[in-house]
């Protein structure tokens, strides 16, 4: 049962001084940094160097090339990932950008040599190549080689890829950075329990499951205050980075902004298509699940800033280490292995949740490159949704450990299967919780929780991706203005919520609140999350159906999502076909399977 301590503990601050002691001042990762800097001039003289044909003279060559590209490529990832982390815990640490913007120019350089890699790659016979991936020392990563030539066939030549790398580096990705440095800045003064204190966007948000709807309201209406006056500056960056990609895939000759999402998820268009058919045709299903939840609230019309509160749910907070101690509890009968983990990475101090200023918005985990670590980014101020975004985050961190032994270039897995295990630690948390306690309340509380995320899952990131859709075909004759986004937004949220939300209740500048409608490097960043919340649910079914001899294989499914398309890992580890609708429907059927309980216990409560 969910209970909370009487004496809280304050949410822990990771340790990164392991990894480069003294932060973005750190001397040994500017050495770090140098080193790779060096690494990747060397790499480019021997790309120079490198025979134009694949024989029996180069092969070694090629090999050598391509294990030391590995090689950087990971030691890229650490200087990314850490840097990020730094940017994260204070969005005011300077230095901290700067080396954003230096790791983002090393990256650059990095994606130019694999963009001659690619260029040499497509010009080889199939022999030839199949000589090279087939190589004892290159087979771990042939996947991602054949991917990397196959993809090659609908790029530019070379020097234009690298031209274009180059411009991304002061240029596109310069916005993304542009927009977390507005979020981050941004102060409020906001009342709440008699206190009147500066908060930051990321603190607000925290806030937003309020069970008093008038703190909820504030807060909602405190963010959008807060935006007013940089939502010409958010339009400026949303229009121009949507501006760069769109003449980058005319060059490329890609038809379709959606051609680049798809082939970083590995996903086809027929899967993607065959899910969003699947979810329109359901959402009405929703319709007693929020006539029951409004009139538990006691509420007449359900608006954005009623979707996250908990019916059930009490002002009662969990300390984190009792959030800690729950949360792996449940996960542990699911997994063993899955439990010690996670415990291993809260004693290790992996997770960073102080609940103060300065943070960034929202939660991640991060990859640590060669170290095979993760780090993972919260704030938590003991809520129901904080407890499930710490197990959420851990089954990230999770997946990464399962991958550990892998080379590089076969562990990078696309984000609709990067939610897999975080979505599923969500799945389990809740349901073992609900089969732990007795207390009615807290029953009705956890099975919410369930329904609140298909509600989010199926039609607010329906909206988004409706919105991205929408966005970038107007984006393709000219800048869309700030009002013009607000009726877009408007438009995708009347269609993927339909009568769920009151006509009142819409959020009209959602797309300049979000956070990611703003990251550079995935675009149509949201449609993944549904992917991997229906993949999850549909793996879900099987964990249930199989109980703890499912961990195993389901240990396997995680290993294999850097070295396949989401459709081989669907069909290999758990049967199904993703381009058919029937998968899809059983995964909404799962996700939605509480719905009669959640009205029964409403009533039983009344």
Aim: with cysteine.
């Amino acid at each position: 049962m969910m209970t909370s301590s009487p004496k809280p503990t304050p949410a822990p601050n990771w340790d990164l001084d392991s990894i480069f002691p003294g932060g973005s001042n750190s001397s040994e990762y500017a050495a770090y940094r140098a080193a790779v800097k060096d690494k990747l001039a060397g790499l480019n003289k021997a790309l120079d160097a490198l025979p134009d044909s694949i024989n029996e003279e180069s092969l070694g060559q090629w090999i050598s090339l391509i294990l030391e590209f590995q090689r950087i490529g990971e030691e890229l990832a650490l200087i990314r990932g850490f840097v990020g982390c730094l940017m994260a815990q204070n969005v005011n640490d300077g230095p901290a950008f700067k080396i954003a913007a230096e790791a983002d120019s090393l990256m650059a350089e990095w994606e130019k040599i694999k963009a001659g890699i690619e260029s040499r790659a497509k010009a080889q016979s199939d022999d030839a190549w199949k000589k090279l991936v087939t190589s004892p020392e290159l087979m771990p990563i042939s996947f991602f080689l054949n991917e990397l030539r196959d993809n090659a066939r609908s790029k530019m030549a070379v020097e234009k890829e690298a031209l274009a790398l180059d411009l991304a580096v002061n240029g596109y990705h310069t916005w993304n950075r542009l927009y977390d440095k507005m979020a981050g800045d941004m102060r409020v003064d906001f009342e709440l329990a008699g206190e009147t204190r500066k908060m930051s966007l990321g603190q607000l948000a925290s806030i937003m499951d309020n069970p008093d709807r008038s703190v909820r309201q504030r807060a909602f209406e405190k963010v959008n205050e807060a935006w007013e006056s940089q939502v010409d500056l958010a339009a400026m960056a949303l229009n121009a980075q949507a501006g760069f990609r769109l003449a980058l895939y005319e060059h490329r000759r890609w038809q379709s902004p959606l051609y680049e999402p798809l082939v970083l998820n590995r996903l086809s268009q027929e899967s993607l298509d065959a899910m969003w058919n699947v979810v329109a045709k359901n959402v009405y299903r929703l319709k007693p699940y929020i006539e029951t939840k409004k009139r538990l609230l006691g509420i007449d019309r359900f608006r954005w800033y009623d979707e996250f509160v908990l019916c059930g749910q009490s002002e009662m907070k969990m300390p984190f280490d009792q959030a800690v101690d729950f949360v792996i509890e449940q996960l542990s009968r699911f997994s063993r292995e899955l439990g010690d983990f996670c415990r291993m990475a809260v004693l290790k101090r992996w997770i960073e949740a102080e609940d103060r200023p300065g943070k960034r918005i929202g939660a991640f985990c991060s990859f640590m490159g060669p170290l095979r670590q993760s780090r993972v980014f919260m704030t938590y101020a003991g809520t129901t949704d904080n407890i499930f975004t710490l197990a959420h985050e851990l089954g990230h961190a999770y997946h990464t450990y399962t991958l550990k032994g892998k080379p590089f270039l076969a562990v990078t897995y696309p984000m609709g299967l990067a939610e897999t295990a975080s979505i599923l630690n969500e799945l389990v948390t809740n349901d073992s919780a609900l089969a732990a306690t007795a207390d009615p309340a807290e029953k009705l509380k956890l099975v919410d929780q369930t329904l609140q995320n298909a509600y989010v899952f199926l039609c607010d990131l329906r909206s988004r991706y409706l919105f991205d859709t929408a966005f970038y075909a107007e984006r393709k004759k000219g800048v869309v203005g700030k009002e013009r986004l607000d009726e877009l937004m408007l438009q995708a949220q009347r269609t993927a919520f339909g009568d769920l939300l009151d006509e009142s209740g819409y959020h009209k500048r959602f797309w300049c609140t979000k956070q990611h409608f703003f990251m550079t490097r995935s675009p149509f960043y949201h449609f993944p999350y549904t992917v991997g919340f229906l993949f999850s649910n549909g793996v879900y079914d099987c964990a249930v159906r199989e109980g703890k001899a499912f961990a195993g294989r389901y240990r396997a499914l995680l290993a294999d999502t850097g070295s396949m398309t989401t459709e081989m890992v669907a069909k290999k580890h758990i049967g199904v076909d993703l381009a058919k609708e029937p998968f899809w429907q059983s995964a909404v059927d799962r996700s939605l399977s509480r719905l009669d309980e959640f009205v029964e216990a409403a009533n039983a409560g009344t």
